[in-house]
């Protein structure tokens, strides 16, 4: 039974994750099989020593800017790899140290924002490869993009630049998936229950460009519009295509600095991934965030020891596992094995995959990320669920992943503090001159706004009871605003009666 929602899951994953390790890759300024390597490695390595049953890791483009620039700054790619490989002990101890807890502290709403911004990031990324416009590398998920562009400029380019091929393959591939999601949803045909649409949907675009480009030259899909992996002719050439840390010079300040900065970002983005999984799976499981850090510091130890990217869990790949039917992290691992299969053995295969077709992958499982309802559920929540969900896509929409995270963050907080702060002392007026004031949990100087407002509006001649019999605790500054109001009631013709506040 797992094997049967575990095997289709992980082939969804593999097409999912196939482009996104080369797009990174190039986007990153490294060889394209250090992607594969990564890829590789988040699927079989990490994926056997995390506890999420859903999350997928792998390279992740939120860090192609700092592998871009660290590169860079430190002169050579195996002095970068070393880099990632100190990056990898960092996170461990940082799991050893139950540093994961940190993840159980961001917002529901913002999570739920994430998931609908990536979404729709998916969604309007992957148009112009639907159409055949492929300037921008597959798994940008940037608002600005390293081609000049941005994501709705980028749309709009496409539009005037369609391509009749990559339309037609991206249209049918969409009606494929709907057809096998529709079926499976029925489950009455059990075709559509044990082969994955995905699969379906990829082999029958390979096979739409080639009749294309036998007879109908015009129309066939080449170069760029398709999949592109280098094709060792040997194991000595496919040898060659890897590279090896290298030694670094432990006092360099920018070595440490750079291991550092790849540790904290790719701890964050893992954490965010793994909480946003979990929301996805069906079986509500919980993976343990410290484990995963354990986890994903083991993964870049290894994938940097054999020339691959840094790996964070990622969640455009986590959400189509998830949404894909898996049971277990044992599709996680297949992936990774199937990645591994096919790029040493049918690499010059892979290169006839239109990216036509992974594009209406790609918008499929979009559009499960963003689905209509989690919008009316964020507005049935009311303004402090709606406000921080809405602001944390348009974040996302307009920056990328980390600053759009951080952004959400900050201001679901603030809806937070400030709910807790209006929650935190309750003002009951019986309309017959008696008033209750209430301290529901703790209260310190952060509450002595709501409390001297509350204060300030008591009508003369009335009865105030001040009740903190239900607070553990209360802020020796909430304590001299009870004394001053205490002393100052006599002027005001007013009453104070106090219970469970030592004054």
Same mark, same amino acid.
């Given at each position: 039974?797992?094997?049967?929602?575990?095997?289709?899951?992980?082939?969804?994953?593999?097409?999912?994750?196939?482009?996104?390790?080369?797009?990174?890759?190039?986007?990153?300024?490294?060889?394209?099989?250090?992607?594969?390597?990564?890829?590789?490695?988040?699927?079989?390595?990490?994926?056997?020593?995390?506890?999420?049953?859903?999350?997928?890791?792998?390279?992740?483009?939120?860090?192609?800017?700092?592998?871009?620039?660290?590169?860079?700054?430190?002169?050579?790619?195996?002095?970068?790899?070393?880099?990632?490989?100190?990056?990898?002990?960092?996170?461990?101890?940082?799991?050893?140290?139950?540093?994961?807890?940190?993840?159980?502290?961001?917002?529901?709403?913002?999570?739920?924002?994430?998931?609908?911004?990536?979404?729709?990031?998916?969604?309007?990324?992957?148009?112009?490869?639907?159409?055949?416009?492929?300037?921008?590398?597959?798994?940008?998920?940037?608002?600005?993009?390293?081609?000049?562009?941005?994501?709705?400029?980028?749309?709009?380019?496409?539009?005037?630049?369609?391509?009749?091929?990559?339309?037609?393959?991206?249209?049918?591939?969409?009606?494929?998936?709907?057809?096998?999601?529709?079926?499976?949803?029925?489950?009455?045909?059990?075709?559509?229950?044990?082969?994955?649409?995905?699969?379906?949907?990829?082999?029958?675009?390979?096979?739409?460009?080639?009749?294309?480009?036998?007879?109908?030259?015009?129309?066939?899909?080449?170069?760029?519009?398709?999949?592109?992996?280098?094709?060792?002719?040997?194991?000595?050439?496919?040898?060659?295509?890897?590279?090896?840390?290298? &030694?670094?010079?432990?006092?360099?300040?920018?070595?440490?600095?750079?291991?550092?900065?790849?540790?904290?970002?790719?701890?964050?983005?893992?954490?965010?991934?793994?909480?946003?999984?979990?929301?996805?799976?069906?079986?509500?499981?919980?993976?343990?965030?410290?484990?995963?850090?354990?986890?994903?510091?083991?993964?870049?130890?290894?994938?940097?020891?054999?020339?691959?990217?840094?790996?964070?869990?990622?969640?455009?790949?986590?959400?189509?596992?998830?949404?894909?039917?898996?049971?277990?992290?044992?599709?996680?691992?297949?992936?990774?094995?199937?990645?591994?299969?096919?790029?040493?053995?049918?690499?010059?295969?892979?290169?006839?995959?239109?990216?036509?077709?992974?594009?209406?992958?790609?918008?499929?499982?979009?559009?499960?990320?963003?689905?209509?309802?989690?919008?009316?559920?964020?507005?049935?929540?009311?303004?402090?669920?709606?406000?921080?969900?809405?602001?944390?896509?348009?974040?996302?929409?307009?920056?990328?992943?980390?600053?759009?995270?951080?952004?959400?963050?900050?201001?679901?907080?603030?809806?937070? &503090?400030?709910?807790?702060?209006?929650?935190?002392?309750?003002?009951?007026?019986?309309?017959?001159?008696?008033?209750?004031?209430?301290?529901?949990?703790?209260?310190?100087?952060?509450?002595?706004?709501?409390?001297?407002?509350?204060?300030?509006?008591?009508?003369?001649?009335?009865?105030?009871?001040?009740?903190?019999?239900?607070?553990?605790?209360?802020?020796?500054?909430?304590?001299?605003?009870?004394?001053?109001?205490?002393?100052?009631?006599?002027?005001?013709?007013?009453?104070?009666?106090?219970?469970?506040?030592?004054?």
């Amino acid at each position: 039974m797992v094997l049967k929602k575990d095997l289709p899951s992980a082939l969804v994953v593999y097409l999912v994750a196939l482009p996104l390790c080369l797009g990174i890759a190039l986007a990153s300024g490294v060889p394209m099989f250090s992607g594969i390597i990564a890829g590789v490695v988040g699927g079989i390595v990490v994926g056997s020593f995390s506890g999420s049953h859903v999350s997928v890791s792998g390279p992740a483009a939120g860090l192609t800017s700092i592998v871009f620039f660290a590169i860079q700054d430190l002169g050579s790619f195996p002095l970068f790899l070393s880099a990632v490989m100190a990056a990898g002990v960092i996170q461990y101890i940082l799991g050893t140290l139950k540093a994961g807890v940190i993840g159980y502290f961001f917002p529901n709403s913002v999570i739920k924002g994430m998931l609908a911004a990536i979404g729709l990031i998916l969604i309007l990324k992957q148009i112009p490869h639907a159409i055949g416009y492929d300037a921008d590398f597959e798994g940008d998920l940037g608002f600005a993009q390293a081609n000049d562009e941005n994501t709705l400029t980028s749309i709009m380019h496409s539009l005037r630049l369609i391509s009749p091929a990559a339309l037609i393959i991206s249209t049918l591939c969409l009606l494929i998936l709907y057809i096998f999601e529709s079926q499976k949803k029925k489950g009455k045909i059990t075709f559509f229950k044990l082969v994955p649409g995905p699969l379906v949907a990829v082999l029958f675009g390979v096979g739409l460009n080639q009749f294309f480009e036998s007879f109908v030259p015009s129309l066939g899909l080449g170069g760029d519009h398709l999949v592109s992996l280098p094709v060792p002719e040997n194991f000595e050439e496919f040898k060659g295509y890897l590279s090896r840390p290298e &030694m670094p010079d432990f006092s360099n300040g920018t070595w440490w600095l750079i291991a550092f900065t790849i540790a904290l970002v790719a701890s964050l983005e893992s954490l965010l991934s793994i909480e946003a999984s979990d929301k996805l799976d069906p079986q509500k499981r919980i993976t343990p965030a410290s484990r995963e850090l354990r986890a994903q510091g083991i993964g870049n130890v290894v994938s940097g020891f054999l020339g691959g990217l840094p790996v964070t869990s990622v969640i455009v790949r986590s959400s189509a596992n998830a949404t894909s039917g898996s049971a277990t992290r044992f599709s996680t691992i297949m992936h990774g094995i199937f990645l591994l299969l096919t790029v040493v053995l049918i690499p010059t295969y892979l290169n006839l995959i239109p990216l036509a077709c992974l594009a209406a992958v790609l918008l499929q499982v979009g559009y499960k990320l963003t689905r209509p309802s989690l919008y009316t559920e964020a507005y049935k929540k009311g303004w402090s669920q709606l406000i921080p969900f809405v602001i944390t896509i348009l974040a996302i929409l307009f920056t990328d992943l980390l600053i759009g995270i951080s952004v959400g963050i900050v201001v679901g907080l603030a809806f937070v &503090m400030v709910s807790n702060f209006k929650s935190a002392i309750i003002s009951e007026d019986d309309g017959e001159g008696e008033l209750k004031i209430s301290f529901k949990k703790d209260v310190s100087f952060l509450n002595k706004a709501t409390l001297l407002s509350q204060l300030s509006k008591v009508p003369q001649g009335y009865t105030v009871w001040i009740d903190g019999s239900q607070a553990q605790w209360i802020d020796n500054d909430i304590k001299e605003i009870v004394k001053e109001f205490q002393s100052s009631a006599t002027d005001k013709d007013l009453i104070v009666k106090t219970t469970g506040i030592k004054l």
